[in-house]
């Protein structure tokens, strides 16, 4: 049975006035079905550029990366935002709310880029705010939630349309360690409700030893590290 996602050979280049930056250098990863798998490293080391890549946002300079043992055409845009919104759900340090929309309708975008909003759709949203504790927030727009409320959304968006990954960069960077920890409770309760493998880029050591998997990335290759947890 083939991989969920694997990477194979990624190299990523950067211009600059002189040469060219290497970020990743025949970088290999892998991941299976429900599996979460974590990466650290220094910053500016290249783990958002890799995340990006994974997801569609970005193209490597050369390798390539294989849903289910097919490449997918990373230099295809139409491709690649179709991939996003099946396959792929992201979760950002900033949560990236539509400040217009209320928590409700912001949960709902990802449904209204393929298609129409039905009421399933809407039951399964308002599940996920009951779930988050969001419930009595429904109606409310970002603006008017606090920091740990937004990401919550953001977290709970990231799963709406049932994706076979979740990646995620930094989630709970910019809150503080208790509300980073509560929230980290909650995304691996979703991954695990939902079947879901998850991809976390972080420098929270005790986030990273939640998963199955750590990895590090070192001088642009990635490199596994013992169970953070342990």
Request: with cysteine.
């Amino acid at each position: 049975m083939p991989l969920l996602l694997e990477a194979r050979n990624l190299e990523k280049n950067f211009p600059r006035a002189g040469g060219l930056v290497e970020v990743l250098r025949d970088c290999q990863f892998t991941i299976d079905e429900r599996e979460a798998v974590s990466v650290t490293g220094p910053s500016g080391s290249g783990k958002s550029t890799l995340l990006n890549i994974l997801g569609g946002l970005d193209s490597p300079t050369g390798g390539q990366v294989l849903y289910q043992g097919q490449p997918l055409d990373l230099d295809d845009h139409g491709s690649m935002a179709r991939w996003r919104s099946a396959g792929v759900g992201f979760i950002f340090q900033f949560h990236y709310l539509l400040p217009d929309f209320t928590a409700l309708e912001n949960l709902l975008i990802p449904v209204r880029g393929r298609g129409q909003v039905n009421s399933k759709d809407r039951e399964r949203a308002l599940n996920f705010l009951e779930m988050t504790g969001l419930a009595d927030r429904a109606g409310h727009l970002p603006g008017e939630l606090s920091g740990g409320e937004q990401q919550r959304v953001a977290v709970a968006r990231a799963f709406m349309n049932r994706p076979r990954i979740v990646l995620a960069d930094e989630p709970f960077g910019n809150l503080d360690r208790e509300i980073g920890t509560r929230l980290g409770d909650m995304l691996f309760a979703l991954r695990e409700q939902e079947g879901t493998a998850l991809v976390i880029v972080t420098h929270d050591a005790r986030l990273a030893g939640r998963a199955d998997r750590n990895l590090q990335l070192e001088n642009g290759r990635l490199v596994p590290m013992e169970n953070m947890s342990s």
